[in-house]
């Protein structure tokens, strides 16, 4: 038996006596000995009692149950209650009391005894469960994230201080509340309401997230864009407790998330910039070639139009050609221009074949200079969703990098394209000398290059613009010279993962 200091709640002397006597042989020390109810509780402080018997029938104006009350509300020390009254009213009232025990007069000493002891062990899983309690409320108020948890019926039971911020709800006005009262939900860009993921998650019995673009509707009217999940907390016998649901205000990661992405457009458009700079020589010769051609024939069509004998058929025919050569160098200016304006991203639907041609477009002269002979086949029913200039930029910089792995001239760059299972996979291949299998793993890494003067962005850029596609890009291992293989989203297709 666990040894007490046990205070006595006894008007009857003898009887308080006696019970200071069955204490002692139990091995228990006696706290102390009062008849009246309005000492018990400074005396159980003042005594450090761990246990207090108590008699309903007392000296003054409290009772023992009203005594028992204020015991447990002032300072959680048990009491089991002695008593030879077991009428259903006074029943009642001390059952309000939670008791650790109800003891009838007279009683033998080892039922003395088992009452003790029960509530010594009762009263030690009390505290220890609401030590627990308190470590997890302090916890759970420390954290970072909202967090409010339900009961078996979705009403709201605890709520740390971000929830209270983020609801505009305090705890003490949510308390009871159903947590749809409390935690509201809409889609950003519809305005109508989500289903309350408590709710969901004690349905379910597993863990549930919220559909995207959901934000929070504060007491106060504000749209707070969240991330949520909801756990149920079991119960016993297989039943559910309750949920947690745990929210995160997603104001500052997705301003960050916007300034990273406006970054990279940034860093993407210097990019595109420095590939026209190096490109310059290729585009002066792609704009020169049809203006050329445009001023030949424009000068032939005036001599026809000047002759003696005036033939007008050859001069119509020579300005068609003044004409064609025209749209030529306007279609090579409009893809400059196009490369190099820093414009919002805008998705569309793009058919694959001449999106390439029309980088191709730009750089034939630079290939052809460099005795490089260049290989296109890509059938003309590919499409794929995007933005673009971002694409084009891929292709740009993974052809420029093939010519750079054919430095020494001669070689041949090859491009292919074929669908699969909802996907679209381009390669673009060099059989040039390969990449060291040393970096191959490497090569993605921002900042990372193997060229003198070499940025290491171009292929960094590439990955991070096919995955914004929902796409994947990889270096194809155990090759002759290298190809990179692009893995997007077939236009129309579902989204599935990349290849």
């Not at 210097?270 to 002066?284: K, M, N, P, Y």
Request: charged share 25%.
């Amino acid at each position: 038996m666990t040894p007490a200091r046990i205070l006595i709640v006894e008007d009857d002397r003898v009887v308080a006596r006696d019970l200071a006597q069955q204490l002692a042989a139990l091995g228990h020390s006696v706290a102390g000995s009062i008849a009246r109810g309005e000492e018990a509780v400074a005396r159980a402080i003042a005594s450090r009692a761990e246990l207090v018997l108590m008699d309903i029938r007392l000296e003054g104006s409290m009772d023992g149950i009203a005594a028992a009350q204020a015991l447990r509300d002032r300072c959680q020390i048990p009491v089991v209650f002695l008593t030879a009254y077991a009428d259903a009213p006074t029943v009642r009232r001390a059952t309000d009391t939670e008791p650790f025990g109800y003891l009838l007069k007279p009683f033998e000493e080892l039922q003395l005894a088992t009452a003790i002891e029960m509530a010594l062990h009762k009263h030690a899983a009390e505290r220890k469960l609401r030590a627990s309690e308190r470590r997890y409320a302090t916890t759970l108020s420390s954290i970072g994230d909202g967090v409010i948890a339900t009961d078996a019926g979705a009403a709201v039971s605890f709520m740390n201080p971000v929830a209270e911020a983020l609801t505009g709800w305090s705890q003490a006005e949510a308390l009871g509340r159903p947590i749809a009262e409390v935690f509201r939900l809409e889609n950003q860009l519809t305005g109508e309401p989500v289903a309350d993921p408590a709710a969901a998650a004690l349905r379910s019995g597993v863990t549930e997230g919220l559909p995207a673009h959901t934000v929070l509707r504060a007491r106060d009217g504000r749209e707070v864009p969240i991330d949520d999940s909801s756990a149920p907390v079991p119960g016993e016998a297989g039943s559910l407790a309750g949920a947690v649901v745990v929210f995160t205000d997603m104001t500052r990661r997705r301003a960050a998330e916007e300034a990273l992405r406006r970054a990279q457009a940034e860093l993407a458009h210097a990019s595109r910039l420095a590939v026209l700079g190096e490109l310059a020589v290729s585009i002066a010769h792609e704009v020169n070639q049809p203006l050329m051609a445009a001023i030949t024939n424009a000068e032939a069509c005036l001599r026809w139009l000047a002759a003696p004998e005036r033939n007008v058929a050859r001069a119509e025919e020579a300005a068609r050609r003044v004409v064609r050569n025209g749209h030529r160098a306007a279609e090579v200016i409009d893809s400059i221009r196009a490369m190099a304006r820093n414009a919002a991203p805008e998705r569309e639907r793009l058919a694959l074949a001449p999106l390439v041609e029309d980088v191709l477009l730009l750089m034939r002269a630079e290939l052809k200079r460099a005795g490089i002979a260049l290989r296109s086949a890509l059938p003309a029913d590919l499409a794929v969703e995007g933005v673009r200039v971002q694409l084009q930029q891929v292709v740009m910089n993974l052809v420029l990098n093939a010519r750079e792995a054919l430095e020494d001239g001669g070689g041949t760059i090859t491009l292919a394209a074929r669908a699969a299972e909802g996907r679209l996979l381009l390669s673009i291949a060099d059989d040039g000398p390969g990449v060291a299998p040393a970096v191959a793993d490497r090569i993605f890494d921002p900042l990372f290059t193997t060229k003198p003067g070499g940025m290491g962005l171009g292929l960094s850029i590439c990955r991070s613009i096919l995955e914004a596609h929902g796409g994947s890009i990889r270096l194809a291992a155990g090759e002759a010279g290298s190809r990179f293989e692009i893995d997007l989203p077939a236009a129309g297709a579902q989204h599935a993962a990349p290849r």
